[in-house]
């Protein structure tokens, strides 16, 4: 059977299967169902969404499904994606769901189930509402859903209240004791979720906040704005003799930062920041970061300096969190700007990080520049060969021996990463290094070998 949800829930164009009508509300059906089989109850289930044109009508879709199979929805309304874990865990929910395609454009869309610890729903129930949804299909064929016909009208108090509970512990409890007062901060809200509350939290802790790209329209979110485009924010920031500068994705759950001087700070140079943050309050638990296979061998030798180690994992939050909750350390997180504190949420949430970021500020009393020395973003290749056949690597020894040169070759100060594309037929050649001119080097006689040994 074909999969639908990845690891980041399920995505595509809105409108299309499958996030048209028709299956989003079998998908709404089909939670409920699951839910009221293992708890043995009428489940309750938590739904917001971000600012696309597309989510409220997926919305009503959800609640239908939801509504029909039993299900008692409360509606948040527009929210960060991490607003719905928190929800899902403090009301106490059986679910939550976010009507989200993050940093993706306006025309897609996506579904995140989060269960009431704040982790996303379990592989089981996913595959399960995925048997239902192909069923359910197969009976009615690909006929859509007419979404003005599905009779939901969201409670704009009750969104307001749920909204205002999330602002709450983001203000009282993870921003207690921080005093912005003076601080000047510029705010790039991606025109997504963020747009409303970020302005409002931080101005809440007393900071001066200019705020741009907050006024969606539906179809603007995350358009030449935003952590995918930062150009605005870092103009802005020196414009405005800025303390820092934060740019949101879509949903919310990263952000990436900007230091006074107009300089990007990414997920790295963040995790370098808040790990040693921790460290100094003892709280690094077992003196190890979490990061993925893509963050830069510069992060992973700065953390070494202080006695740190780092542990990677497959591409995807969730699988940086399954090593956390593994090791039982306490920070983790992607280049992107998704970072993760376990004992807080289980959710990557920009706003937390943000908050995170300004206490080390505070407490150091030092600018963010100040902070990121000693982190060093090491010059990076990736060169990508078509291939006939996605055979092992260590298979063939043409591939596996010019491997290992290289790596001997850099010699613990670059990083060799070889893997084929997910999607596509492709070996990815990305290697690290102190020298751009070696790297290359390196770069261009491995992609020769596989060229030679899988090339089309």
Not at 118 to 147: C, Y
Not at 235 to 241: L, T
Request: proline share 3%; glycine share 10%; net charge negative.
């Amino acid at each position: 059977m074909k999969k639908l949800f990845g690891t980041d829930g399920m995505r595509g164009e809105a409108g299309r299967f499958p996030l048209d009508a028709a299956t989003i509300e079998t998908v709404g059906a089909s939670l409920a169902t699951r839910l009221k089989e293992k708890i043995g109850r009428a489940p309750l289930i938590v739904i917001g969404r971000d600012t696309r044109e597309s989510g409220e009508w997926l919305e009503q879709a959800m609640v239908a499904g939801a509504v029909r199979a039993g299900a008692e929805s409360k509606t948040a309304g527009v929210i960060t994606t991490p607003g719905v874990a928190f929800l899902a865990r403090t009301l106490p929910a059986d679910a939550g769901v976010v009507i989200s395609a993050s940093h993706n454009v306006y025309r897609d869309n996506g579904i995140k189930i989060f269960a009431p610890s704040g982790r996303k729903l379990d592989d089981a129930t996913e595959r399960l509402i995925e048997s239902d949804v192909f069923s359910q299909r197969e009976l009615q064929g690909a006929k859509a859903a007419n979404p003005a016909a599905i009779m939901f009208k969201s409670n704009v108090t009750e969104a307001n209240d749920l909204r205002a509970c999330y602002l709450a512990f983001l203000a009282n409890e993870i921003g207690r004791g921080i005093s912005l007062d003076g601080m000047r901060l510029v705010l790039d809200c991606a025109n997504g979720a963020a747009s409303n509350i970020a302005p409002e939290l931080f101005r809440r802790l007393g900071a001066t906040v200019t705020v741009i790209n907050n006024t969606p329209d539906g179809r603007n979110i995350n358009l030449s704005c935003g952590s995918l485009h930062t150009e605005g924010l870092q103009d802005e920031v020196i414009e405005q003799h800025a303390d820092l500068g934060v740019a949101f994705d879509g949903d919310a759950d990263r952000s990436l930062f900007v230091d006074a001087g107009g300089r990007l700070v990414n997920g790295d140079a963040s995790l370098w920041v808040l790990a040693q943050y921790l460290n100094r309050r003892h709280q690094l638990n077992h003196r190890t970061v979490v990061a993925t296979v893509m963050s830069n061998i510069g992060l992973e030798l700065a953390l070494q300096s202080q006695g740190i180690v780092l542990t990677r994992t497959d591409v995807g939050d969730k699988y940086v969190l399954e090593e956390l909750l593994r090791l039982g350390a306490s920070l983790g997180g992607e280049q992107s700007g998704h970072i993760i504190f376990p004992s807080v949420s289980l959710a990557g949430d920009g706003l937390i990080t943000t908050l995170s970021m300004l206490r080390a500020m505070t407490e150091a009393g030092k600018s963010l520049h100040e902070l990121t020395e000693g982190f060093q973003t090491f010059p990076q290749i990736l060169v990508n060969v078509e291939v006939k056949v996605k055979q092992p690597f260590s298979e063939i020894p043409a591939i596996r021996n010019a491997a290992r040169e290289i790596e001997a070759a850099l010699d613990k100060r670059g990083r060799l990463l070889l893997r084929y594309s997910g999607t596509e037929s492709l070996a990815r050649v990305m290697i690290e290094g102190e020298s751009q001119n070696e790297i290359e080097k390196h770069a261009k006689e491995l992609a020769g070998v596989i060229q030679k040994e899988l090339g089309v």
